[in-house]
């Protein structure tokens, strides 16, 4: 009887953590639900279609968390507002209902924590960028390390909105002291991207931008001409990604040869239109002149012939080699992705794939004499 009550608790219309701001985490939600209203970990779980472990390391992170002191008071806000919001402010007492209402009024709302990241996250970008936070005081300041070795203020913050970033985690401590000094994460550098391309209301390019990572590239015109620097994404395809992470002796985990290969075997790929087809077929269009539209040559053969070089490299790296290749250089499928599809171990699938892309620089080399991609 006991547990149909608590189901009826955690139905959609009777939820208690409906009145919180938008910006409060789903794992601090739980948090509350779990400490101030005595629901079991094991319906928490069942709401949400989660393992009951799952709610257990969001309970214990968080109560690890508390160790820090903004992060400490700011859940403490959040508690009074949530004991408002379900009505039950327990002993009345001593002011003890008007200070739960006067702490709830300070919990930050989500048009306030949006403005205020934009402003004070793009600061905290800058080079040696950090909060500065006193106890007892309602400012924040954001402070930068001078030329001169002396911190100097950019900007001031209210307390309350600095703890919903902590909240968030989008800020973190990393000096202890009467003055502690806050940074921020890279949870807090993806949600200022996020945010920015949401103030340019561009929905297509919200998420994208928040995974984007900007960068520029020397790309060879295959003419023994200089090469050229483009900007790119270097996040685009796995195989960039992976080639940013460095080995045991500090170089790069794929060299730069090894990039140019699997950038060609994607471009001749992409010209093949081996991928699933999301345009019009323009293949009849360019030879309208014959009967059929397809013939062995003519305007429509480019296709064709990369086909060919593709069906041709992939035979030569041979079934696992080329699965991983075709994998990760042509449909883009992220290192753990292809590793679960393989049925391969964990961090098992880089070295498969660097031993498939040394292959395959060792294809083109023989067949072509180069490495540069078919577009110069």
Not at 208 to 213: G, N, S
Request: proline letters at 5%.
């Amino acid at each position: 009887m006991a547990g149909m009550k608590q189901e009826a608790r955690l139905s959609p219309s009777t939820d208690r953590t409906a009145g919180l701001p938008d910006w409060v985490p789903g794992e601090l939600c739980h948090y509350l639900e779990h400490v101030e209203n005595g629901v079991s970990m094991r319906l928490l779980a069942r709401r949400i279609k989660a393992h009951p472990s799952t709610i257990l390391r969001q309970v214990r992170r968080t109560e690890a968390r508390r160790d820090d002191p903004l992060f400490d008071m700011a859940l403490e806000r959040l508690s009074c507002l949530f004991r408002s919001v379900a009505g039950r402010t327990g002993n009345t007492q001593g002011g003890h209902m008007s200070y739960i209402r006067e702490t709830a009024q300070q919990v930050a709302s989500d048009r306030e924590v949006a403005i205020e990241a934009r402003r004070v996250l793009r600061r905290l970008c800058e080079t040696g960028a950090f909060l500065a936070i006193a106890p007892g005081l309602d400012k924040v300041a954001v402070m930068r390390e001078g030329t001169d070795g002396k911190p100097l203020r950019i900007a001031v913050l209210d307390r309350h909105v600095a703890e919903a970033f902590a909240l968030r985690d989008w800020i973190e401590r990393y000096r202890k002291a009467r003055v502690s000094r806050y940074r921020i994460t890279s949870a807090g550098r993806a949600a200022l991207k996020r945010l920015l391309a949401e103030a340019e209301n561009d929905a297509q390019s919200r998420f994208r931008d928040q995974h984007a990572i900007w960068g520029e590239r020397d790309v060879p015109d295959g003419h023994g001409a200089r090469a050229r620097r483009l900007r790119c994404n270097l996040a685009e395809s796995p195989v960039t990604l992976l080639a940013r992470r460095k080995d045991s002796e500090g170089r790069p985990f794929l060299s730069p040869e090894l990039v140019r290969a699997a950038e060609r075997l994607r471009e001749d790929f992409e010209m093949a239109q081996m991928g699933p087809r999301v345009t019009q077929n323009w293949d009849r269009f360019l030879t309208a002149g014959r009967e059929g539209g397809f013939g062995p040559s003519g305007p429509a053969e480019g296709p064709m012939a990369a086909r060919e070089r593709v069906s041709e490299a992939l035979r030569d790296l041979g079934p696992g080699l080329g699965d991983i290749a075709l994998r990760c250089c042509c449909y883009l499928e992220g290192m753990e992705a292809a590793e679960k599809r393989m049925g391969w171990s964990a961090r098992s699938g880089k070295i498969v794939l660097r031993i498939a892309l040394q292959r395959l620089k060792r294809h083109y080399e023989e067949r072509d004499g180069t490495l540069s991609p078919m577009i110069g």
